[in-house]
């Protein structure tokens, strides 16, 4: 059977294009060999699995240590009974180690022990047996909770001293945060706010995305098996939508050679990379499903709302930053910028905090389409000013993020009206002071910039601003028509039907452009 794409658990290298993992675990073999216990986090589908299997069983191939990737999952289901949990993830190791270690390497019976203690001695028990020193992968480590979690890092900080012959000589804590990060009901936090429980670790370690050129290598694996060629440009265009985040990569691949092009004598073009990546926005895969349940975690909401609004962020504690980076849906770049870790993952935040409001909408007659089957942008106002005078402040309360309501209440409407025949770009910032749309419909474009009037400008109007934005903003974009939408939402402002105006007028670079305030 030909290799393919994965995008469901670790690959194999019989089934699946991969590319070497251990390339994205730098100085872990170093770390191993000092005898060290460090902490290995990344998000998730990045590829920890599959890269910690593959190093365990090379080291054990290679015939100085015993190493294997167990995992803690099991003992989630009893986070407050510590005995029972031991004992799930107990039974879960021995069947890992009967699969991935020869029969001289396999854990003796497990020692009889407290409730507390027995990972620690069944640990113990079988570094004492194994003739080769124990390199040991707790794979998602931060499954547990509460009791189970606190008492699994202090058996380990408790054998740490009697490595290498009484306990592993190396062992990882591998999953999605750091430790002090770890959930456990402690003096009233979420998280442990410390390393303390596992204060023997050396290092805290993360694994990167793909570059550029090892997403064309990837590919390339495809062509070699198939013929099948992705063009420049589209390898350019998947890395550019996905920034080379490992399950993304996977994804858009899968969906292009099975999907949209499954015929494999036809190259990949550009066009076929976002028809892939609407698909995949579409379908909402459990990675990408569990990344958006992500975004009603207050920490999350704390950066994601002043984000789409343009505004700078409020005070954060460095351990509520450090938690959502971690999760992967947002990236710091280099001069310490926070901004969303790549464009698939902006679209699917905009879609999934609509979710309700496009549940809410009215059915809406398409007023906006000429005869030909175009968006008449003028009617398309229209409607929307229709649309909103009627329904649009009684669907703010449907909005997740109460702040941005009228944002997506706004981006809930256009994503109605390019339902089947269009696409909707997004670019939003913190600080950036608006949120810009680029609505694209049978190869006709239309800006739109969002800004608010808050009591916080004091008496400062936006407007002008707005329109320099605009300016520049449908300069970039090549867009013929733009929009610039003012949300007044301070106080004492008016109410909708005495302050609501339109009007049409030309930007300092003579664009005519609609301004709608609300």
């Known amino acids: 059977m030909p290799r393919h794409f994965n995008t469901a658990g670790p690959c194999v290298p019989e089934d699946h294009y991969m590319l070497p993992p251990e390339r994205r675990l730098p100085g872990v073999r170093e770390v191993i060999a000092q005898k060290s216990y460090f902490v290995l986090h990344a998000p998730r589908q990045v590829g920890k699995t599959?890269?910690?299997?593959?190093?365990?069983?090379?080291?054990?191939?290679?015939?100085?240590?015993?190493?294997?990737?167990?995992?803690?999952?099991?003992?989630?289901?009893?986070?407050?009974?510590?005995?029972?949990?031991?004992?799930?993830?107990?039974?879960?190791?021995?069947?890992?180690?009967?699969?991935?270690?020869?029969?001289?390497?396999?854990?003796?019976?497990?020692?009889?022990?407290?409730?507390?203690?027995?990972?620690?001695?069944?640990?113990?028990?079988?570094?004492?047996?194994?003739?080769?020193?124990?390199?040991?992968?707790?794979?998602?480590?931060?499954?547990?909770?509460?009791a189970a979690l606190l008492s699994v890092l202090r058996q380990l900080r408790a054998g740490h001293p009697n490595r290498p012959k009484g306990f592993p000589w190396s062992l990882a804590l591998v999953g999605l945060r750091d430790v002090r990060d770890y959930k456990v009901a402690s003096g009233g936090s979420e998280q442990l706010h410390t390393a303390s429980p596992f204060n023997i670790k050396v290092e805290s370690l993360t694994m990167r995305n793909f570059t550029e050129t090892e997403v064309a290598e990837l590919y390339a694996q495809h062509t070699a098996e198939t013929g099948q060629r992705f063009t420049p440009e589209a390898i350019d265009s998947a890395f550019e939508l996905t920034q080379g985040q490992p399950w993304l990569v996977n994804a858009l691949a899968r969906q292009l050679v099975q999907v949209v092009v499954p015929d494999r004598r036809e190259p990949i073009q550009n066009t076929h990379v976002d028809q892939a990546q609407n698909l995949l926005v579409e379908r909402q895969d459990t990675h990408l499903d569990s990344l958006a349940e992500r975004l009603r975690d207050p920490r999350v909401r704390a950066v994601i709302e002043p984000m789409i609004l343009g505004e700078n962020l409020s005070p954060l504690a460095p351990d509520d930053l450090r938690f959502v980076l971690d999760l992967g849906l947002l990236r710091q770049t280099a001069e310490g910028a926070v901004e969303v870790a790549n464009p698939m993952y902006r679209e699917i935040i905009a879609r999934q905090l609509t979710v309700t409001v496009r549940a809410s909408l009215p059915k809406i007659a398409p007023s906006w389409l000429d005869a030909e089957g175009r968006i008449a942008f003028d009617r398309l106002l229209d409607a929307f000013v229709e649309f909103w005078l009627r329904h649009g402040e009684a669907l703010l309360g449907s909005s997740p993020y109460n702040e941005a309501a009228p944002h997506l209440v706004l981006m809930a409407f256009l994503q109605r009206v390019v339902n089947g025949g269009g696409r909707i770009e997004r670019e939003y910032a913190i600080g950036a002071k608006r949120l810009d749309l680029c609505v694209e419909y049978r190869g006709e474009r239309l800006g739109v910039e969002v800004k608010t009037w808050r009591d916080s400008d004091k008496a400062r109007d936006p407007t002008l601003e707005g329109l320099s934005q605009l300016d520049g903003y449908l300069a970039r974009v090549g867009a013929g028509r733009g929009w610039l939408v003012l949300f007044d939402q301070r106080t004492r402002a008016a109410p909708l039907p005495e302050r609501w105006k339109r009007e049409r007028v030309t930007t300092g670079g003579g664009r005519l452009v609609e301004v709608l305030r609300l």
């Open 50 to 146: 599959t890269s910690l299997m593959t190093l365990a069983s090379a080291l054990t191939a290679e015939g100085r240590f015993a190493a294997v990737l167990v995992s803690m999952e099991t003992g989630a289901a009893f986070s407050d009974d510590v005995g029972a949990a031991e004992d799930a993830i107990l039974d879960d190791w021995r069947r890992r180690a009967r699969r991935w270690l020869p029969p001289e390497l396999q854990p003796p019976p497990w020692p009889s022990a407290s409730a507390g203690s027995r990972i620690g001695a069944a640990l113990e028990a079988w570094s004492v047996a194994c003739p080769r020193p124990l390199v040991i992968f707790l794979d998602e480590i931060d499954a547990l909770r509460d």
